[in-house]
DNA sequence: ACAATAATATCAGAGTTCTGACAATGAGCA
DNA sequence: TGCTCATTGTCAGAACTCTGATATTATTGT
């Protein structure tokens, strides 16, 4: 590079540094985690929002799309369509259910069961990397902070002062 | 608990509260903010990632797609396609690049200026929402936490201690 | 000067996420 | 009973993000 003295910042400085918005740290946060996990989980063909959506569901059986959805802070479409990958890929099956007519009740198939196992020993190593280097109370700090920060998003019309 | 006593954590418990894994609380709240973040923009019809591109380009004029992709940590792709639906919303015009054939020359257009200075008030205030509650030091530790979970996302393999 | 490599931009395809709209079921009320 | 409302699920459309592939241009090496 000869021309033109760059002035774009070097990676971790500047408005992406610790001097950076929390708004704009906290997007390239997720995505970079994000990126990693799906790296981590290629082997297995999962996604990180498929990984979350069949951890719930080996964790909460007997229950439907819209309640995984008020879970994890979904909407019910969004839910809908994880569920519909996961269904294509025969990771789940969905029947219809009892006393019920409209809910499905959703159940791992035996692949599915097996693939969550070999994924949860990859996420679960990442995990420990984003707590390393920072002590309990350090990370108590984060985690408080991140409810905070994403606590109240899908709760209606809660805006008032 | 008569029949089925709700196995459903509350909404801040459990896996979701501040127990939760750092990885699922990091996505939730990225997501949540988001959210809130998208749901201010509204009137201005700019998503956070064209709110992210078009301060970048203000900050940073005459840089070309790819280098703004490096800024931001995301792909070429991904920064083509925001440029894209910025170009068909008239918030930025290219021209081409004269020295340099393959290159483009990005510009806002006085709409995507006046855009950008509205938006700009309203994140803003969001942003100071983020921060509520937090000491400065805890601040300086959570922006630490952010970068160091996302800091090294798209590197390649340019393992250069 | 020519060939190899790198950088820039784009297309195609997939998955996630939202809004908005709609159908079907279940529960409560006049 | 019939009407209304909330819940559940889905379709359509859009934006973001990735991987993979391709074309064009710049730079570098021999």
Redesign the interface.
């Known amino acids: 590079m000869s021309k033109a003295a760059k ?3 070097d ?2 400085t500047g ?23 799906e790296t981590s989980l290629r082997e297995t063909g999962l996604t ?1 929002p498929q990984f ?1 959506a069949l951890t719930m569901l080996d ?2 059986p ?2 439907s799309s819209a ?1 995984l959805a ?5 909407t019910p479409q969004t839910m809908s369509t994880i569920m519909q990958n996961l269904e294509n890929a025969a990771l789940i099956r969905r029947h219809p259910h009892q006393e019920h007519g409209r809910k499905r009740r959703i159940e791992l198939t035996d692949a599915g069961r097996q693939v969550l196992v070999r994924a949860k020993r990859l ?1 679960y190593a ?2 420990t990397d ?2 390393e ?2 002590s309990e109370e ?17 709760e209606g019309g809660a805006a008032k002062p």
């Open positions: 002035v774009l910042p990676e971790g408005k992406r540094g610790p001097d950076g918005y929390l708004g704009y740290l906290l997007r390239q946060a997720a995505n970079g985690y994000r990126h990693r996990v990180q979350a964790a909460y007997e229950h309640d008020r879970i994890a802070l979904l996420v990442l995990e984003l707590a280097g920072f350090e990370q108590r700090t984060v985690r408080r902070w991140l409810v905070a920060a994403g606590g109240r998003s899908l």
